[in-house]
């Protein structure tokens, strides 16, 4: 009996999606590997058909079925539904981690040819400001929420390790910007360092993210793996893809607790879509990472090695710098199924295993603390009122409150008690008050109490308790 094929969701997407997925789909069937493929439709369509989320609820099925997608781009067409089909992707199926692997490709010249860039950014995909959790606070200061959690930092640090692992890379960078961002940053950072010594094999470093965007440009060779948060990862991969020839040849795998999505980095690319012209290169390199991902590591090297070949041999599409006479995308993927089974004479095949993904914790995950304690809190209120006027009558309504006025800050800087620098207010103002007796605990009753008398007198919008775990201050001090 010949044993089942492995089932695979195929969504070809907008714009160029259909041409570049049909070009990987006819590499993937020209290496004879025994996946099947089940074609969905998401993005642009769905969202005509009515369908707010731009996935269809067959699309979903599909997916919890198979677990493996190969997708094009989406487009979320303007006044159709009001989110991106891709955001419901990642969020429906977490994909909490997004691995974009560039290296430096034969015949695509850069500026920094010759210097062999092979670096992959591993970032996290589903926390993050990019969580999109905001508000206007006033009419006029937005805030956005910059959630990061002792959860996602492990689970995105284990999989940049074992992802390391399974390509025998040296080194792996985790970049942050601790410095500022002690808290969420910051976290981490320290979940790095307290997981970086279980992979002795692999050398491990912490570098600040303006440095390693300055260091990218300067001497990216220096780099292997980076590991990073989502918006800096965001940034960093697309500087990445930059350095080595731009999106059209930059793959990427977005890797979940039981479903991964491999796809281009591109998008639609609505300007050149139905003509023939588009670069398959990245769509097909997603569905070599994809073939690794289900065990089928020879078919997946026998990929790579096929692209490589057709860019020596100097086939090249119109989006390469220097192109006389361009390939069509098909002309472009005849060559790569023509070049199946040869290898490079410059980069041959690499000795990259199956990743060996972190279990999933299921359940809620919880962080423990043996003590807590409640100390004061911040509350957000709305005034006009210089800083000096507005602390006086704080003061003034504190008189028979456990709290007192400890300092009040605008945009972060603090202005009362006033350190005498001139500072452009906004109608914006933190107020942290803090328990007068410093052993004594806040109780909520207290809290709900304070939040009366403030609110007889201006417009608050935000509390922030400010607690204490294990005896450690649990939130940032002011700057200056
Ligand atoms: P884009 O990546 O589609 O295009 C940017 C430029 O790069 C265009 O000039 C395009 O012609 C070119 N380009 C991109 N891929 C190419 C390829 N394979 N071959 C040759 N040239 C290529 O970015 P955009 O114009 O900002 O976005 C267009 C649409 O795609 C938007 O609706 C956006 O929301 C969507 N998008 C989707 C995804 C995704 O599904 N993951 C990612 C990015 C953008």
Redesign the pocket.
């Known amino acids: 009996m010949t044993p089942a094929k492995r089932k695979i969701t195929v969504l070809p ?1 907008d ?2 999606g259909p041409e ?1 997925v049909e070009s990987a789909l006819k590499v993937i069937e020209a290496t004879n590997v025994a996946v099947e493929f089940e074609k969905c439709e998401a993005g642009a369509r769905a969202f005509e058909k009515g369908i707010a989320t731009g996935i269809p609820k067959e699309t979903i099925d599909s997916i919890e079925r198979t677990r493996v997608v190969l997708k094009g ?4 067409p303007i006044g159709h539904g009001n989110r991106s089909a ?1 955001v419901t992707l990642r969020t429906l199926f977490e994909t909490y981690g997004n691995i974009r692997p560039v290296r430096e490709l034969p015949g695509v010249q850069t500026a920094f040819t010759g210097r062999k860039l092979d670096i992959v950014i591993v970032r996290e995909n589903v926390e993050d400001l990019y969580a999109g959790i905001e508000y206007m606070q006033t009419p006029g200061v937005a805030e956005g929420l910059k959630l990061i959690s002792r959860e996602g930092c492990e689970k995105i640090i284990k999989l940049a390790f074992a992802f390391a692992l399974a390509e025998g890379r040296k080194r792996v960078h985790c970049a942050t910007k601790a410095n500022i961002m002690k808290l969420t940053e910051g976290l981490l950072q320290h979940t790095f360092e307290e997981f970086a010594p279980r992979y002795p094999s692999v050398e491990s470093k912490h570098i600040l993210i303006d440095n390693c965007a300055h260091q990218l440009a300067m001497r990216p060779e220096q780099f292997d793996v980076i590991v990073t948060t989502n918006m800096n990862g965001d940034i960093l991969s697309d500087l990445t893809s930059g350095l080595t020839g731009g ?2 040849f930059a793959p990427s795998a977005n890797i979940g607790n039981d479903v991964s999505i491999f ?2 980095v ?7 879509a139905g003509k023939n ?3 398959p290169t ?1 769509l097909i390199l997603s569905a070599a990472m994809m073939l690794r991902h289900v065990g089928e590591g020879k078919a997946a090297n026998d990929v790579e090695q096929a692209v490589l070949v057709t860019l020596e041999s100097g086939i090249r ?1 119109s ?1 390469m710098i220097g192109v006389e006479k361009p390939a069509t995308t098909t002309e472009f993927t005849q060559a790569v199924i023509a070049n199946l089974g040869q290898h490079s004479k410059v980069s041959p095949p690499k000795d990259y295993r199956q990743i060996e993904l972190p279990p999933a914790q299921l359940g809620v995950n919880a962080v423990p603390a043996e003590s807590r304690r409640v100390t004061g809190l911040d509350v957000y209120i709305e005034s006009d009122l210089n800083p000096s006027k507005l602390a006086a009558g704080l003061e003034q309504m504190l008189k028979p409150s456990p709290l007192k006025l400890q300092m009040i800050t605008n945009r972060g800087a603090m202005v009362f008690p006033s350190n005498g620098r001139r500072v452009s207010l906004v109608d914006h103002f933190r107020c942290r008050f803090v328990l007068r007796d410093e052993a004594a605990v806040l109780a909520d009753v207290e809290i709900l109490a304070l939040l009366g008398l403030l609110g007889a007198r201006h417009r608050w919008m935000h509390v922030e308790k400010l607690q204490e775990f294990d005896g450690v201050p649990a939130f940032s001090k002011s700057q200056l």
Do not use: Y
């Not at 781009?73 to 979320?76: A, G, I, N, S």
């Not at 591109?266 to 050149?272: K, L, R």
């Open positions: 997407g714009g160029i570049v781009p989406l487009e979320t891709n999106l059209g796809e281009a591109h998008g639609s690319a609505p300007d050149i012209k588009a670069n990245a599409t989006d």
